[in-house]
């Protein structure tokens, strides 16, 4: 309240006497001191909205809970807000000075006030949040992803089912928290699993391990597990690169904040992308076990009969969520389809997996160019998915950054040398592949 006067009254005392501290009373010294801290606490705290626990008061974002200084800065104060800056006071005192009794006194007082501005905050969101902060579900299960592929490289190498039966239970463990961890985020959240590109991810890595698992039922022979395993390491660290120390759960735009849509659009076409990774990690284990001889006969023709299911299935859940993606932004927007980034990538995928379906169905695609052209389909859905946000443009802007640029173009530059070596070696050595489809 006193900010304005007292920036004027250290402007006047610095124009009298300059920098030269020797030269102020106890009274000027303390009143500059006190308006540089203002300056430098108001400097430091402009756009911090990190801290965001006191309920809006205002109907125009009813939604979204205000950091204190976002309060101050907007104007958005009110008798009831000040009432809970005072009980904020109160459990920060009670902290600094060690006081057990007043800082559980001041926590229910605090509870207290929520509740009675925010009646639709319920009492059991807030400790299954803060049970979710601790646990970290999605970290642990990346360790136990991590404990099942090294499980499950060990199987190929030495071929015992301890290793095998390993597999499973890390792979079983971690899919249970990880699917824990989802459910949790639906409670709090109170919204389909899937609005960011962060979700996205941890989404489709969950429904990788359970495709991955199915697929291993049919085969029994580790395929299933290796690609399971594989995917969900990889997606998941893909989201902890996102995730950071940032809060995960932000409130949408209203365009975006749909729930029938993001129930409907949005899980159709993450299952679409889940299908997607499990047929390019599985075309890269058949490209990989034949080329080493590890792959033959019956076992080969088994796995790749189920990787074209898997990629009918893909090709099925990319197309649907394409159609419904059109009909939403219809809604939303007035058109079905704009030529939007987001949109091309989400058309790249389909007619990708077309043209290598029909090709194959054709005869037109020899074998082992349709396996290469499906271990390559891990290209187009990180183009189709990441890809499109680094151009920071159009309507979808639910997840765009910069920050893994380097990282998808590293990928992209990988996966070429890998699938174009691996197409080399199948050219010299087994050119069975090359005319032979089952």
């Given amino acids: 309240k006193i900010e304005q006067d007292l920036q004027l009254s250290a402007k006047k005392v610095l124009d009298k006497k300059g920098m030269d501290l020797s030269h102020y009373t106890d009274r000027e010294s303390a009143s500059v001191l006190l308006a540089f801290q203002i ?60 006081n057990g009794q007043d800082w559980k006194l001041a926590i229910r007082e ?31 299960s990346l360790f136990l992803y991590g404990g099942a592929f090294l499980l499950c490289i060990g199987f190929f190498l030495s071929g015992s089912r301890i290793f095998y039966k390993g597999t499973i239970l890390f792979l079983g463990l971690g899919g249970a928290l990880h699917l824990l961890g989802i459910a949790a985020r639906i409670l709090i959240l109170m919204r389909p699993p899937v609005s960011t ?86 075309a890269h284990f058949i490209l990989i076990g034949t080329a080493l001889n590890r792959l033959v006969g019956e076992s080969l023709q088994r796995l790749i009969k189920i990787l074209g299911n898997t990629a009918l299935l893909a090709l099925l859940f990319t197309s649907v969520g394409t159609i419904l993606g059109g ?58 998915w990441i890809g499109v946000n680094l151009l920071g443009v159009g309507l979808h802007s639910y997840g765009f950054t910069d920050g893994l640029f380097w990282g998808l173009g590293l990928f992209s530059l990988f996966e070429t040398i890998l699938i174009g070596g691996l197409i080399w070696i199948h050219s010299q050595k087994h050119g069975r592949l090359l005319r032979h489809a089952p």
């Fill in 39 to 98: 300056k430098t606490l108001t400097d430091a705290a402009k756009g911090n909205t990190i801290l965001r626990v006191v309920p809006s008061r205002w109907p125009s974002d009813t939604d979204q809970w205000h950091a204190p200084w976002d309060i101050i800065e907007n104007g958005h104060g009110s008798p009831e807000t000040a009432k809970i800056f005072g009980q904020w006071q109160k459990i920060a005192l009670a902290w600094q000075h060690s």
């Fill in 327 to 384: 009909i939403w932004a219809d809604q939303s927007w007035g058109r079905f389809w704009g030529w939007d980034p987001k949109e091309n990538g989400a058309l790249l995928i389909v007619l990708w997996l077309v043209w290598l379906i029909h090709g194959k169905l054709a005869g037109q695609i020899p074998l082992l160019y349709w396996l290469a052209g499906l271990a390559y389909l891990n290209v187009v859905v990180a183009l189709a």
């Fill in 110 to 140: 605090l509870q207290q006030s929520i509740k009675e501005q925010e009646p639709s905050a319920s009492d059991w969101r807030f400790p299954l949040e803060g049970t979710y902060n601790i646990l970290q579900p999605f970290e642990a």
């Fill in 197 to 282: 590109l962060y979700e996205s991810l941890i989404f489709v890595s969950l429904v990788c391990v359970a495709l991955g698992v199915t697929i291993e039922r049919r085969t029994q022979q580790g395929a299933g597990l290796l690609t399971a395993s594989i995917a969900a390491l990889f997606l998941g660290l893909m989201a902890q690169s996102l995730s950071g120390p940032s809060d995960t759960m932000q409130v949408l735009t209203a365009v975006l904040n749909t729930q029938f849509w993001l129930a409907t659009h949005v899980l159709c076409i993450t299952f679409g992308y889940g299908w997607c990774v499990i047929a390019g990690v599985m």
